[in-house]
């Protein structure tokens, strides 16, 4: 690069001395003519200029044959010149230039860039402007001719993320970066360097992980899309069997997240029927079958029944289920699953479809509108409870505590788990199965039912019961095993037993979650 500048600085040199040498000569064939106009080196100067872009006033011409000989040379570089500067500014417009100029103008606003233009990022970019309608919003590659321009205003500039932040040079606020792919983390050049700007990097990943360094975070969207689905449609009491159809990357954390938050009563015993290969996930979580009943319903705790066959060979799961959930990755097989069930089947519950398509009469869920969300990805909103859970938890101890964003992923997913069924909490307390966000009227309302009802001893173990078995679920699904000692290499703990086990401390360590609604009313 140091070399071609070097060559270009040699070549405009030289242009420069033959322009001043043919402007010299110029004058000294002129100044000697009676009838010349050209008299001074301005003048010589003047008349070039003219010359070269073709405005050609008149007012100065030569007269003598070596002045005419230099003449007709401007007249030749004239059209050679326009056609160069015509070029350089189709150039410009067309490339890098002009957007990157317009950028330097707006450096004040918020920028940000998407490695790469997909409907996802599309879609989070929309949804970005219109909650900062001066959102600057760069596509790091070139506008493909088959790309309908979205309805947002924004750039495409085909150019890595440092030269971004470099033409940010640090007015307002960090740039934010997208990598919207699947585990482009690690594939994406782009995404070389990134934890050496200063900006907030988001990358999509299917591995449930949080974070990889400082500034680089990871959102999971089938997981979003699970956690929005459980709050948006929460279990009901007269709920007792769920038809899981699709158990790919969907399905496994529409599950997952039952797993861990749906826990409504002490004496439940909800069935959870899951069409697809689940031979990984029960290798992966070995001991769910101390909480759970594998492979047969029971009247005394849930149950988890995995089928490997078609799920048209099971018609009576299928018609008396209380809520099928239609979620495999493929998004058209879902529909056609949907219609398959309405013509065939007579069924008894209400179907939902994971589905990007809006029809009416249909009970969908996880459309990129809902999903690919800043509160979503960005984490500013969905866990807000979880993060006001481990301040009000670290400072109502002694001893030193880390804070959100040092906590390693076992300890946030706690959180998160303890956070997403506050929301059942409440709607245990008020009785109320519609309640699916969280307003501080709401919190404090239940919280004050569960100051009235705790006074009453059966009904205070009842609500120590339901937190336990949401606590035991969490710990089994990670893999965790009762231990006379805590020992978290080990996995191992000693509250992992029947409620019935647990002497009176460890019962009353069950409050602290009840007790929650109360501190983050006051700090939400």
């Known amino acids: ?95 890098e230039g002009l957007p990157l100029l317009m950028l330097g103008f707006q450096r004040e606003k918020n920028w940000y860039y998407f490695a790469d233009y997909s409907i996802e990022s599309n879609t989070l970019a929309a949804n970005i402007y219109k909650e900062d309608p001066d959102a600057v919003i760069i596509y790091g590659e070139k506008r493909d001719d088959q790309i309908e321009f979205p309805d947002h205003p924004c750039l495409f500039i085909s150019v890595s993320p440092a030269r971004i932040v470099a033409r940010k040079k640090g007015i307002g606020s960090n740039c934010k970066i997208f990598l919207m792919k699947e585990n482009d983390i690690g594939v994406n050049s782009r995404a070389i360097g990134l934890d050496e700007l200063p900006v907030e990097v988001y990358a999509r990943t299917t591995n449930g992980q949080d974070r990889l360094s400082k500034n680089i975070r990871f959102f999971h969207s089938y997981d979003c899309c699970a956690r929005q689905y459980w709050r948006s449609k929460p279990l009901c009491s007269h709920e007792n069997t769920i038809v899981i159809i699709g158990f790919g990357n969907y399905g496994r954390c529409i599950l997952e997240r039952a797993i861990l938050t749906n826990v409504l009563s002490v004496d439940q015993h909800i069935a959870y029927h899951i069409f697809g290969d689940a031979a990984t996930f029960l290798a992966m979580h070995r001991h769910l079958h101390e909480v759970f009943s594998l492979g047969e319903a029971s009247a005394a705790r849930d149950s988890l029944i995995f089928y490997d066959e078609f799920w048209e060979m099971h018609p009576d799961v299928l018609e008396y289920a209380s809520r099928i959930i239609i979620c495999p990755d493929d998004e058209q097989k879902g529909w056609s699953i949907f219609w398959q069930l309405n013509r065939y089947y007579k069924i008894h519950g209400h179907i939902d479809l994971h589905s990007n398509r809006k029809a009416p009469g249909v009970s969908y869920f996880g459309t990129n509108e809902e999903i690919y969300t800043p509160n979503q990805i960005m984490r500013t909103t969905l866990n807000q409870a979880a993060v006001t859970i481990n301040e009000i938890f670290r400072s109502s101890v002694s001893y030193p505590t880390l804070s959100w964003d040092d906590l390693d992923d076992f300890h946030r997913e706690s959180k998160i788990a303890a956070a997403d069924h506050l929301l059942t909490k409440i709607r245990i307390l008020l009785d109320d199965e519609t309640i699916t966000e969280f307003t501080v009227p709401v919190i404090e309302k239940a919280y004050k039912k569960y100051c009235e009802t705790k006074k009453d001893d059966t009904t205070r173990e009842m609500y120590r019961r339901i937190d336990h078995l949401r606590w035991l679920r969490f710990y089994t699904f990670y893999n965790w095993s009762y231990g006379p000692f805590r020992h978290d290499a080990q996995r191992q703990h000693p509250m992992l037993c029947p409620y019935e086990k647990l002497n009176a401390e460890q019962k009353r360590e069950r409050d602290a979650a009840w007790e929650l609604l109360g501190s983050i009313s006051k700090a939400i």
């Open 1 to 95: 690069m140091k070399r071609r500048n070097k060559t270009y600085l040699y070549m405009t040199i030289v242009l420069i001395m033959i322009y001043i040498s043919l402007l010299s000569l110029l004058c000294f064939s002129e100044r000697t003519a009676g009838n010349a106009t050209i008299h001074t080196f301005g003048d010589a100067l003047w008349y070039s200029l003219v010359t070269l872009t073709t405005v050609g006033y008149g007012d100065l011409t030569p007269v003598t044959p070596l002045g005419h000989a230099v003449g007709i040379i401007f007249l030749l570089l004239s059209a050679g010149i326009m056609i160069t500067l015509f070029g350089a500014v189709i150039s410009f417009i067309a490339s």
